[in-house]
Each structure stands twice: as C-alpha cells, then as structure tokens.
C-alpha cells in the first residue's frame, strides 16, 4: 500500500495529507476523537453482535479500525467483527504505522497488525476480526459491493477538500448499503451532507462535535 503522494507531518506527529491539505485525524486527540464520531456516534458497543458489519469511506491511517477493535474486545465481545473500508490512496505502510503509534491506548492491537500492513495485506482475517480493503474510487467500487453494513463511518477528507466522496449519488449508495436500523456517523454536519443522507434513506441528527468542533451528524435506517 503506497500513497504516492508525500506526507507533511504537523508538529511530528499529525499526519496531513498534502493532495487534500488536510490532517487525518483531530489535532486536539485522534483516538478520542474516532471514539466520540464513529463509535459512540454509531451507538457502540451496546449494538455489537458476532458479524456485526462496520463500513468506512476513508481508511486513512487505520486508527478508526484500531479503535473499533479495541472496543469489540474490551466490551467482550464473542464472534468476529467485520470491517470493510474504501479506500483510493492507501497510505504506505510506514506512514499507517507512525501514525498509529501516536496513541499508546492502541499499541498492542497497532504490533498486531503492522505486519499484515507490511506485507501489503488488504485482507485480513483472524478469530475477531474480518478486514477487508477494497481499493479505488468509492463511487465506483461501493456500487459493486454485496453487503450492508450495520454501521457506517463516514471519514473522508473535509467536504471542501474532497468533495467527491460525499457527492449525493454515493450518500444514496451508503443508504443502499445499510442494513435495516443500522447507523452513519461523520464528523461534518454541512448541510449539504446531512441533506444527501436524508435522501439517501436516513433520519438525520446534528448533535454536539468532538472538540472545537461544534456539530456533527448521526444517522440511521428505518426497520425493514
């Protein structure tokens, strides 16, 4: 995996990426802010079961799967979380690995997977876990994919900076590919988005955002 182009490393230790010119997490807490956006924001752990399915646009520096596994495990968790994430420009190993080790909460499930990062690995699978990359564009890969996920983390670059993963037509695609009841959270609350989503099938909320952020938006899917 080898994002071709180069980092720029705010303060050391804050990854940004220089085609988006933005970070790829908070530069107030990452992790604290994964667990505040995409797993409480989702609901979890309280709606984890054995298949649970999470679905990400964005993988970034893999901190957002890092902190969903940590979680599966410390609620004890039994079965296997899926985990399937779209990616266009998967960052090269060394970069992920950097990154991750920022945040020490991780470490050991961070030496766990480093070296499928290594190896190049899109694939995972071990008693807990079921990882799946699919590499690309988002809007012509997520059409083509056969699940639903239960929960979604919507982690793209800002929608100024990368507006094309949050273009309305592939909102309607993350509707299709949600399960019955299950869940979107992002960071952004842009209008625009929580309007795309409501489109695409949810009910929306803006609620309180991590840090200096003042909003963000929570969805979910009617019951079959």
Do not use: C
Not at 5 to 24: A, K
Not at 39 to 47: I, M, S, V, Y
Not at 139 to 166: V, Y
């Amino acid at each position: 995996m080898d994002d071709q182009t180069p980092l720029d490393w705010r303060d050391g230790r804050v990854p940004v990426s220089t085609r988006f010119d933005d970070p790829y997490y908070s530069l107030d807490n990452g992790l604290a802010e994964t667990q505040y956006v995409f797993l409480a924001g989702n609901g979890l752990p309280e709606r984890f079961k054995d298949g649970f399915q999470i679905a990400e646009l964005g993988f970034g520096t893999g901190l957002n799967l890092l902190a969903a596994l940590k979680l599966w495990r410390d609620s004890g968790q039994t079965g296997q979380m899926r985990f399937t994430t779209f990616e266009l420009y998967p960052l090269a190993a060394a970069d992920m690995i950097r990154a991750q080790a920022e945040f020490p909460e991780v470490a050991d499930i961070a030496a766990e997977l480093a070296p499928f990062w290594e190896q190049g690995a899109t694939d995972i699978d071990l008693p807990d876990l079921q990882f799946r990359m699919i590499t690309g564009d988002a809007r012509q890969t997520l059409p083509h994919w056969t699940d639903q996920a239960d929960a979604w983390f919507l982690d793209g670059f800002a929608p100024a900076k990368n507006p094309e993963l949050w273009e309305p037509d592939l909102m309607a695609e993350v509707g299709q590919h949600t399960a019955p009841e299950g869940t979107a959270a992002t960071y952004s609350a842009a209008g625009a988005i929580r309007r795309a989503l409501e489109a695409g099938g949810f009910t929306v909320d803006r609620i309180p955002g991590f840090g200096r952020k003042r909003h963000m938006t929570v969805a979910r899917k009617a019951p079959a």
